[in-house]
C-alpha cells in the first residue's frame, strides 16, 4: 500500500520531520508533485539539513527514495542538494531513483517567471521566482523537456529550441536582470552531474516494488490549500497537492492508496500573497512568528501567522481523505496565556458558515473563534501525552473531536525525539 502524508494548510506545517520519522517503518519514500519551491526541514545530531527536491527518507538507511515524474526538477538545485548530503556524508547514491517522465525546469523557466510576477506588481502572487509555474505551463501546453530527454543525442538542440520560445514569451514583459550565459553554463554541468544516478521508467519501478510487498510513503510539497484546483486560487502552487496527486504524480492507482495523514500547526501560516482569514497583523502575530521561526525554507521570507482555521482544515481532511493527524509546533505556543480557534466564518449579511467559500480571495469573511486557555509552560522533555498541561491536551482534544480525525502525532520540538505518539487504535 501506499501511505501518503501532506500538509493541510498552506505549506510549512512541519512535513520532513515527520517524514523522516515515519521512513523507517517504509521501505520507499517518494515525493509526487512540487519542485524546489518547497523546502522540507530536518535537524538531525543538531544539524540542520533543508531538501528541496530529493525525498526526506534520504537519511534513514536502506530506504529507497524516488523522485516521482509529478515533480519538477531544476538540475542546478538538485546537484546542490547531493552535493550538500555528500558533504554531510550522508550515503544516499545507490536508493535515489529519479523518474524519466518528471520535467525539467530550465533557467528560461526561472527568467519567465521572474518577469511575469515582476509585472504583476502590487497583484504578485507571491512565486517563489523558481520557474515552476512555467515549467508545468509547458508540461500542459506539450512542449517541455522532461528528466529523461537529457540522455538524448538531440537535447541541447531542444534545449534551445525551448529556450528561443520562452525567450520571444518574455519580450512582452518589462526587462529583468538575468544572466543567462552563467545560467545556462551552471545549467549543462548540472544535467552532465546528475546523469551519474538512478534513472528508471518511475510507474513501473514503484508498482513493481509494491507487487513484491514493498511499503510506500508517498510525501507531499507545499500545502492543501496551495492546490492548483482546490486551493485559494490563483493565489496557488501549478500542481496538486493533495493525495489525488499521488496517483498522477507517481503511477499509482487509487486502490493502492492506505492511510492518509495530515499535518497541521497548532496555529496557521502562509507565505507570500492570497488570503488569509484568520492572520494577526499586530504583535500577537509578530510573536508566533518570532517564537516560531517562521521564515521561509526555501525563500527566507517571512511567513504570515494566525490562529489555527478548524473550518479551513475540515475542508482539506475532507478532500484527501485524511485518516490521521499530526499537530507541529505546540511548543511555539508555550508562553500564550490565551489562545484562539476559528470554527466558523461569518459574513456580511449576518450569515455563518463552517465552508470555505469559492471564491477565497474577494469574500469577505470574518473569522468566528473559540477560546482557549494557555498552559503557560514548558514542554520540554515530555514524552507521552498524558504529560501534556491539562490546557494542552483540552486544546488537542477540542480540536481531533471538531476535525472528526484522530491526532496520533504531536510535535513539541525540531528533533526526531521531540515526536509523541499516540497509537490511533488507543484514541
Known amino acids: 500500500m501506499v501511505d501518503v502524508l501532506l500538509g493541510l494548510q498552506w505549506g510549512d506545517e512541519g512535513k520532513g520531520k515527520v517524514v523522516d520519522y515515519l521512513a523507517e517503518k517504509y521501505d520507499v519514500v517518494a515525493r ?33 527514495n524516488i523522485i516521482g515524474n509529478g515533480v519538477v526538477i531544476d538540475p542546478i538545485t538538485l546537484r546542490r542538494e547531493m552535493e550538500n548530503l555528500i558533504a554531510a556524508e550522508v550515503d544516499f547514491k545507490d536508493n535515489l531513483y529519479i523518474s524519466k517522465k518528471a520535467h525539467l525546469i530550465l533557467p528560461s523557466h526561472r527568467f519567465l517567471d521572474a518577469v511575469m510576477e515582476a509585472d504583476k506588481g502590487s497583484s504578485k502572487i507571491g512565486s517563489t521566482l523558481r520557474g515552476i509555474g ?13 528528466i529523461g530527454d537529457i540522455f538524448a543525442a538531440d537535447f541541447e538542440t531542444r534545449y534551445n529550441e525551448l529556450k528561443a520560445i520562452h525567450l520571444e514569451m518574455a519580450s512582452i514583459y518589462p526587462a529583468v536582470e538575468f544572466d543567462f550565459a552563467a545560467e545556462d ?12 544516478y538512478q534513472f528508471v521508467e518511475g510507474e513501473y519501478f514503484i508498482n513493481q516494488l509494491l507487487e513484491q510487498g514493498k511499503t510506500v510513503l508517498a510525501e507531499g510539497a507545499q500545502g492543501s490549500m496551495l492546490d492548483i484546483d482546490f486551493g485559494t486560487y490563483p493565489y496557488v502552487t501549478s500542481s496538486n497537492t493533495i493525495s489525488a496527486g499521488v496517483c498522477n504524480g ?52 517571512p511567513r504570515r501567522c494566525g490562529w489555527i482555521d478548524l473550518p479551513q482544515l475540515k475542508y482539506t481532511i475532507m478532500l484527501s481523505g485524511v485518516t490521521q493527524l499530526v499537530l507541529t509546533k505546540a511548543d511555539v505556543l508555550n508562553d500564550f496565556e490565551e489562545l484562539y480557534a476559528a470554527t ?84
Open 32 to 64: 509526487f508533485q512540487g519542485g524546489p519551491n518547497a523546502g522540507h526541514t530536518l535537524i538531525l545530531n543538531g544539524k540542520k539539513h533543508v531538501l528541496h527536491t530529493i525525498p526526506s527518507g534520504v537519511f534513514r538507511p536502506g530506504v529507497i
Open 134 to 146: 512555467p515549467t508545468y505551463t509547458d508540461k500542459v501546453a506539450r512542449r517541455g523537456l522532461r
Open 185 to 196: 553554463a551552471k545549467f549543462m554541468e548540472s544535467v552532465h552531474y546528475v546523469k551519474q
Open 250 to 301: 507517481l503511477g499509482v492507482s487509487p486502490s493502492k492508496i492506505g492511510e492518509v495523514i495530515g499535518i497541521t500547526k497548532a496555529y496557521c501560516t502562509r507565505v507570500g500573497g492570497g488570503p488569509f482569514p484568520t492572520e494577526l497583523l499586530e504583535a500577537t502575530g509578530e510573536r508566533i512568528r518570532k517564537a516560531g521561526g517562521e521564515f521561509g525554507a526555501t525563500t527566507g521570507r
Open 344 to 427: 466558523s466564518y461569518g459574513y456580511p449579511d449576518g450569515s455563518i458558515s463552517e465552508e470555505v467559500p469559492y471564491d477565497m480571495v474577494n469574500t469577505a469573511i470574518q473569522p468566528i473563534y473559540k477560546h482557549y486557555k494557555g498552559w503557560n509552560s514548558s514542554l520540554e522533555g515530555i514524552r507521552e501525552f498524558e504529560q501534556f498541561p491539562k490546557e494542552l491536551q483540552g486544546y488537542i482534544l477540542d480540536l481531533q473531536a471538531y476535525l472528526g480525525v484522530p491526532f496520533t502525532m504531536i510535535s513539541i520540538g525540531p528533533e526526531r525525539e521531540s515526536l509523541i505518539i499516540r497509537e490511533k487504535e488507543m484514541v
